[in-house]
């Protein structure tokens, strides 16, 4: 396992998935990751904590629904920017993205 990433526990109440997005979260929150940086490629996810692509992938989803990243198609997931306008897909729009501040 990668140093630096805590062990899951696959018996707690919280999902696999919401744990590594937790993980994730604090970095964001330390500044390990600013706004506009890459988040760790779902390979490294993978890997250091010992989980498949959909635990992954949910984990991000997490992270998006909490206004935390923001994810490009075939690019990686990144540290969404306050207040920065982005491309909404499927409604070909500009949406405003807030964290909470």
Partial sequence: MTSGVPRLEYRAPETLSAQV??????QIEAGAYRPGDALPSEKWLMDAFGVSRPVVRIAARLLREAGLAMTVPKRGTYVADPLRPVRAAAADTTIWVATGE
């Fill in 21 to 26: 997005a937790d993980w994730l979260a604090v």
